[in-house]
């Protein structure tokens, strides 16, 4: 069935002449263009290239047989009509190949548009390693490029401001280490009108779980919180939360290329969870946090893996499921599809307990596909969505095929998508709108919340 | 002619061959080294059930997604490939030529299987030719290296096909056969046709991060 689908999927009109790349206009990319000189970014690459890349960078680009296979890989070739340059190796041509072939002597213009490219047109979610037939790391070259963009100054200015509140107080939306606390007292309070013994512990030495949630959570999606606690409370766990900077894993740092504020953040978080002596960290529904804990940030820190065991909600749910800790009272009736965030799914390979989860709340699952492994990127991670309104029609226009893919949902049944990321979430919310699509978003812990006995 | 015959039939093949094994071999261990210095995430992720288990997945024909759903650039490929490098080494002539030098010999192909062969990596070549000049995702990254590297590939197969069927002209068809032979021998490591000798470690650690790591399959 899936394979009949995908293959009958075509380009719909591939064209001779596609229209030309207008720049998107962005403070921070342009003012930070204007102040770069030729020889700043030669020295820069220079530096990049010889101390922080080496034979994966060289063999991937030496490799490269320009074959075009990957193009289909990726949404923003989709959803552009097949236009080449929006493919996966064409971005890379038109960025880190050129900075290789030319040693770092490349102009201000051409920075500015790699780092328009790099940070905009990719969602780094790898989904090309999986149709270039020599797995070559697409999503790390991007990286790379970011990473050049960092170190010169041309990053986007919303994502840079995210990347500066990560720097000043360790979390992603400049919430002080007071509001913190605030925010889940007024959390636990609400919850105590409905369940009176409820309490959101801080700062519990020795409880089995560190609870870890992201910069938005407080800031403007705090039912989740309370979700999060009532579903905490009644499963019986032995959980809290820390009174104090590190409660955030989320890492915008990671996807500016700022691998410095990346290492600080998963450092503060790791030691956080050391010395409330946590069994386990366990995290909210989000994927680039879970990207930033389990594989990027760790490493930076040189631990091959986590030095404490990471456990994303949806392991999480899955197992108080089996555990019998929750039970349903009366399944989610409204038919839901499931939208597979990357870094989970060819991040973690969650899929199939994702898909157990919402079997075990929703009594009507209809697939969208592609999925697993091969679902289409939601067009807001990889940092794009935090490049925030400058770049929001690129992001949108550019994943028409996400649209396709729910509509296709919507015209079998589907009322409901349940996104169990922030990113894609704040993505799919997007589009659900742009494309008129009248579709209901939710996560797996907003369902699990309703319908749970309690 | 004759001493041109005699250049391209004795030390350009000690050439060839000592610039395609040494030069493979210096690549790889160079890459190690610095894969070593510069990539330790290399030499730690790297794991060897799931490196083969992707290995498996791309070198099988159609078994991974992409290719089941483009057929037809999926059956020219390995066509390509296979015949690419099955019809020099058990082709007759290349046989006699290892038995008359150093006295060793295999199992070589009939003449009809190595015409037959022989032809489809010609063809397969005008296939990519003409699929780098249609098709816009490929074209938009082709380069003129792209071009002669394809030049390179198909020559000591015209060539070779062309002396084989002692067409007029056939001692120069011959001599232009060992002379792109070698190139395309010399060519490998230092070219873009590297994948030849780069595509297990590629394909390998992305298997193995995409298995060992993501717990994710990656064909």
Redesign the interface.
């Known amino acids: 069935m899936t394979?009949t689908v995908?293959?009958s999927r075509k380009i719909k009109e591939?064209?001779?002449v596609?229209p030309p790349r207008r720049p998107v206009p962005d403070l921070g990319l342009d003012k930070g263009a204007e102040k770069l000189t030729p020889e700043r970014i030669e020295s820069t690459i220079r530096s990049v290239l010889d101390n922080?890349?080496?034979?994966?960078l060289?063999?991937?680009v030496?490799?490269?047989?320009?074959?075009?296979?990957c193009?289909?890989?990726c949404h923003f070739?989709w959803s552009h009509d097949?236009?080449?340059?929006y493919?996966p190796?064409?971005k890379v041509?038109q960025t880190i190949s050129e900075i290789v072939k030319k040693k770092g002597k490349v102009d201000a213009d051409f920075i500015r548009g790699a780092a328009e490219i790099a940070y905009t047109e990719c969602n780094l979610c790898r989904r090309c390693?999986?149709?270039c037939?020599?797995?070559?790391?697409i999503a790390y070259m991007m990286l790379t490029v970011r990473r050049i963009a960092h170190l010169l100054g041309v990053v986007p200015q919303y994502i840079q401001d995210t990347a500066h509140s990560h720097s000043a107080t360790m979390n992603q939306m400049w919430v002080k280490d007071d509001e913190w606390i605030d925010s889940l007292l007024w959390q636990e309070e609400e919850a105590a009108e409905e369940i009176p013994e409820l309490r959101i512990p801080l700062e519990k030495e020795g409880a089995d779980i560190l609870y870890s949630v992201i910069g938005p959570e407080p800031k403007f999606r705090a039912q989740l919180i309370y979700q999060a606690a009532v579903i905490m409370h009644e499963a019986g766990v032995d959980w809290t939360m820390p009174a104090t900077p590190g409660w955030d894993n989320s890492d915008m740092c990671m996807y500016t290329g700022d691998n410095e504020m990346m290492g600080r953040l998963k450092k503060v978080h790791f030691e956080t969870a050391m010395r409330l002596k946590n069994k386990r960290i366990v995290m909210g529904e989000c994927g680039h946090a879970f990207r930033s804990i389990f594989?990027m940030g760790n490493?930076w820190l040189a631990w091959?893996?986590p030095p404490i065991p990471v456990t994303h909600a949806i392991e999480f749910y899955a197992e108080l499921f089996r555990d019998k800790k929750i039970k349903v009272k009366k399944k989610f009736e409204k038919p839901v599809t499931l939208h597979d965030p990357c870094n989970i799914?060819?991040?973690?390979?969650l899929h199939e307990m994702a898909r157990y989860v919402v079997n075990e709340i929703c009594t009507d699952f209809i697939e969208m596909h592609p999925n697993r492994?091969?679902n289409f990127c939601c067009s807001a991670g990889g940092g794009v969505i935090n490049t925030g309104p400058p770049f929001r029609n690129k992001r949108v226009e550019g994943n028409r095929i996400k649209a396709e893919q729910l509509f296709a949902a919507k015209s079998k049944g589907a009322q409901v998508v349940i996104a169990p990321c922030h990113n894609c979430h704040g993505g799919l919310e997007d589009i659900i709108h742009h494309y008129n699509l009248k579709m209901e978003l939710k996560f797996l812990g907003d369902i699990i919340y309703e319908v749970m006995e309690r | 002619m004759h001493t041109l015959y005699n250049l391209v039939s004795g030390p350009l093949v000690w050439v060839a061959f000592i610039l395609f094994i040494g030069g493979s071999l210096y690549r790889i261990i160079t890459m190690a080294i610095l894969a070593k210095e510069k990539d330790g995430a290399v030499y730690a992720y790297m794991d060897t059930y799931h490196a083969f288990r992707s290995i498996y997945h791309w070198i099988i024909p159609f078994g991974s997604r992409n290719m089941k759903r483009k057929p037809v650039i999926t059956s020219v490929a390995f066509l390509f490939h296979l015949c690419l490098i099955l019809v020099p080494i058990f082709i007759l002539g290349h046989v006699m030529l290892w038995k008359d030098s150093f006295d060793i010999a295999w199992w070589y192909m009939p003449d009809l299987a190595a015409d037959i062969m022989t032809v489809l990596v010609i063809g397969a070549c005008v296939f990519f030719l003409i699929r780098r000049l249609t098709q816009p995702e490929v074209k938009y990254l082709t380069t003129a290296s792209d071009f002669v590297l394809l030049g390179i590939v198909a020559a000591p197969f015209i060539t070779g096909f062309w002396a084989a069927h002692q067409w007029p002209g056939m001692r120069t068809a011959l001599i232009l056969h060992m002379l792109s032979g070698e190139i395309m021998l010399a060519a490998i490591p230092f070219t873009r046709l590297s994948h030849m000798i780069f595509f297990p470690f590629t394909r390998g650690y992305m298997g193995s991060e995409f298995g060992a790591v993501k717990h994710a399959r990656d064909w």
């Open positions: 394979e995908i293959r591939k064209k001779r596609y922080e890349t080496g034979a994966r060289k063999v991937y030496d490799t490269c047989a320009h074959c075009g296979l193009s289909e890989a070739y097949g236009d080449p340059s493919s190796a064409g041509k390693s999986m149709y037939p020599f797995g070559i790391d594989d490493r091959k893996m799914v060819r991040g973690r390979g492994e091969h």
